[in-house]
């Protein structure tokens, strides 16, 4: 089985800043991959190299056995097939909920207004949101533009998903709505990767957690071993300054 991505030594710099220093690490169909560690420690700029927003320096990175283009208009192509779910939603403000999930499958990949409509409903109900199909980003909450977001995300038919943080800017009360989406996503086999500080989520949901320091990642494993015997002293230190249910 080839991994479904696969990162070969891959670093990324800004300026004299190394954001990304010789990372390694495969992604395998179906699997949910947390990354955790510091803030700064290069989790959500990998996520950004991952789908082309940012470019890499050196290494390679592979989907399905393939290194991403570094050509824009091809790699606008692969991004398709990575959904990806950012901080702060992304919402266009002056559409509805169900316009902006419809937005991709109409303009990207242009199905028919009736179909692309349908499938966006049927999202809307996945994330619990039919009620809400008609309303705009500035009367739904934090939680709920969040899985609007998802929705849009899915509304491609990605095969992997990317979150970054995704409930880093929700209110305490919704952020189990949003975890709870992506709890049955992982449930129903979607391969996820996922930048997070919800270690309880990490824990529970994760196949495979790893964890960052200073743009390496200094251990892997089955969260089992990561929460519980962590092999590293610089992974205890960040987990004991972390509020989860050990």
């Not at 004299?16 to 395998?28: I, K, M, N, R, Y």
């Not at 207004?113 to 009620?131: F, H, N, P, S, W």
């Not at 929460?227 to 300054?241: I, K, N």
């Amino acid at each position: 089985m080839t991994p479904i991505l696969e990162y070969i030594n891959v670093r990324k710099r800004f300026g004299s800043f190394v954001a990304l220093d010789g990372v390694s690490l495969q992604v395998w169909p179906g699997q949910v991959v947390c990354l955790i560690g510091p803030s700064g420690s290069g989790k959500s700029t990998l996520l950004r190299c991952t789908n082309g927003l940012e470019t890499i320096q050196e290494g390679e990175i592979r989907l399905e056995g393939q290194p991403l283009p570094r050509d824009p208009r091809r790699m606008r192509a692969l991004r398709r097939r990575m959904g990806m779910v950012f901080q702060n939603f992304e919402l266009f403000p002056h559409r509805t909920a169900l316009a902006n999930v419809m937005s991709g499958p109409l303009t990207v990949l242009r199905l028919p207004r009736a179909e692309a409509e349908e499938r966006a409903m049927a999202l809307l109900r996945k994330v619990d949101l039919a009620d809400k199909a008609q309303s705009y980003p500035s009367n739904l909450s934090g939680g709920q533009q969040q899985r609007v977001a998802i929705a849009r995300a899915l509304a491609m038919q990605p095969e992997i998903m990317l979150f970054d943080e995704p409930t880093s800017a929700l209110d305490p009360e919704t952020i189990g709505e949003v975890l709870n989406v992506m709890k049955q996503l992982a449930e129903e086999g979607m391969t996820m990767v996922v930048v997070t500080h919800e270690m309880n989520f990490a824990r529970r949901v994760a196949d495979h957690v790893v964890v960052f320091e200073r743009g390496t990642i200094i251990e892997q494993g089955p969260p089992a071993r990561i929460f519980d015997a962590p092999l590293v002293e610089r992974t205890r230190d960040f987990l004991s300054h972390l509020k989860w249910e050990g």
